[in-house]
């Protein structure tokens, strides 16, 4: 039932841009994005409930295609502050959220 | 959004000895959950905590192992049992948000077994 992201991991330089993909097997009711730098907790970004929107937040938006079952999280002119791995999180139906297998993003000067 | 606090930290532990995380919430939340996630890897779902009732476990958790208690709304506690090494893990408590779709982390209990 775990989501697959991919890339599992990418190196950006300060101002590139990066796309982040969550693809589930199942289908989705809602997906969460959250960002994890090491030794924090998970730090909510945004979610996305079924209907096929888009999000946006600062330079962070995400996408959600609920017939393909996948949702995208695009970064756009990365900062250093962006570095961290990168989780979706996917609920079917009741509010038990299942995380994806993670996206190490690292961002240098 | 709500304020989450789990005691301990951090914390080493000896192997087979248990130890009880606490979790409390600032406000009354209908869904609480637990979390483990192992050096390295995703989060993983142990249990949601149900107030008033037992927990309801994920596929590879057991009572038995990780006993679970919500006494009310603002509070619950997960104790990890006769613990080894492979439950050095982070121990994170969530709850879903006022219209029950964000879910809030605490700042994670880190628990190492020597």
């Known amino acids: 039932q775990q989501p697959v992201q991919s890339p599992q991991a990418v190196i950006l330089r300060e101002g590139e841009d990066a796309v982040i993909n969550c693809s589930s097997s199942k289908a989705l009711y809602s997906v969460h994005w959250y960002r994890q730098k090491h030794g924090e907790a998970p730090v909510f970004l945004m979610i996305l409930l079924k209907g096929g929107e888009q999000k946006g937040h600062e330079k962070i938006s995400a996408s959600f295609n609920e017939k393909k079952q996948q949702s995208s999280l695009y970064l756009t002119a990365s900062q250093l502050s962006y570095s961290g791995t990168y989780f979706c999180?996917?609920?079917?139906?009741?509010?038990?959220?299942?995380f994806g297998t993670g996206t190490r993003l690292t961002v240098i000067p | 959004s709500a304020v989450i606090s789990q005691k301990p930290s951090r914390d080493i532990c000896q192997r087979g000895t248990s130890l009880t995380i606490q979790c409390q919430v600032d406000s009354q939340v209908t869904m609480m959950f637990w979390y483990r996630q192992q050096p390295g890897q995703s989060l993983t779902l142990i249990a949601t905590a149900n107030q008033g009732s037992e927990a309801t476990y994920e596929s590879g958790f057991v009572i038995d192992k990780f006993p679970i208690s919500r006494p009310n709304l603002t509070f619950s506690t997960l104790t990890v049992s006769n613990m080894s090494p492979e439950d050095s893990s982070i121990y994170l408590c969530?709850?879903?948000?006022?219209?029950?779709?964000?879910?809030?982390f605490g700042e994670g209990s880190w628990l190492t077994v020597v």
């Open positions: 969530s709850v879903a948000g006022d219209l029950g779709n964000t879910i809030y």
């Open positions: 999180g996917i609920t079917t139906g009741a509010n038990n959220l299942f």
